[in-house]
């Protein structure tokens, strides 16, 4: 199956920083949504953007959805230590009987 | 306390042996579904559920077996087939299909000796 693509695969940045990651995908999809995962744990879920919305916002996290481009990126406003984690997109693609496609993450570690 | 459960969290098994992954929910959710992880990697899906007594295979079905004759429960057998099963095993849920949020457990960690 097409999986979503983040890039970067790794991001090490600053406490305080910003933090931007992008997910590709190839299919159309009903709806896209950002994972986080710490070290051995769980997904947890973080948004969910429908393919007609443009931008969403919950607390330091903003997502945008390009459909044109097949793109979205989820970006992370005044890091923290505690973002340190994986973080997946996850498309749902728009055909029946699918479930949905996780790409590969990108790894964010921020040091204080 | 609601949520989703896999047990054990630690798992090892002798090669040639078949060894089966719980998983339970109380959220009242239609759909669960399987994944594995190895390192470094995304998630890959081995089978999921819509409604009891009812799955399909993911993508990398081969070599597992899955059971769903109650809503809050869908165990995943590892049996010998499966060539490479050292893994990082994920079971989820959500409310109906995979159209909204899934609800993940915490894992399972399967090593094979």
């Known amino acids: 199956s097409q999986q979503g693509e983040e890039d970067p695969q790794a991001l090490s940045i600053q406490e305080g920083e910003n933090a931007t990651m992008n997910c590709s995908y190839k299919?159309?999809?009903?709806?896209l949504q950002w994972y986080r995962q710490n070290s051995g744990r769980g997904l947890v879920h973080l948004i969910l953007i429908r393919s007609n919305e443009r931008e969403k916002h919950s607390g330091r996290l903003r997502v945008t959805l390009d459909t044109s481009k097949k793109s979205s990126s989820l970006l992370i406003t005044a890091s923290r230590a505690a973002d340190t984690a994986s973080y997946f997109c996850?498309?749902?693609?728009?055909?029946?009987?699918?479930?949905?496609?996780f790409g590969k993450g990108t790894t964010l570690s921020v040091s204080s | 306390d609601g949520g989703i459960t896999q047990s054990p969290k630690y798992l090892f098994r002798k090669e040639g042996q078949n060894v089966t992954l719980s998983c339970e929910q109380n959220l009242n959710h239609d759909a669960m579904y399987w994944y594995r992880q190895d390192p470094g990697q995304g998630l890959r899906l081995i089978y999921y559920?819509?409604?009891?007594?009812?799955?399909q295979k993911g993508d990398i079905a081969e070599g597992y077996s899955v059971s769903r004759e109650k809503k809050e429960s869908f165990p995943l057998t590892v049996t010998s087939a499966q060539k490479n099963p050292t893994a990082f095993y994920l079971c989820?849920?959500?409310?109906?299909?995979?159209?909204?949020?899934?609800?993940f457990g915490p894992g399972t960690r399967l090593t094979v000796l």
């Open positions: 559920s819509q409604i009891v007594n009812d799955f």
């Open positions: 299919t159309s999809i009903n709806n």
């Open positions: 996850a498309t749902d693609p728009n055909q029946a009987g699918t479930a949905l496609i």
């Open positions: 989820a849920s959500s409310i109906g299909g995979s159209r909204g949020t899934q609800y």
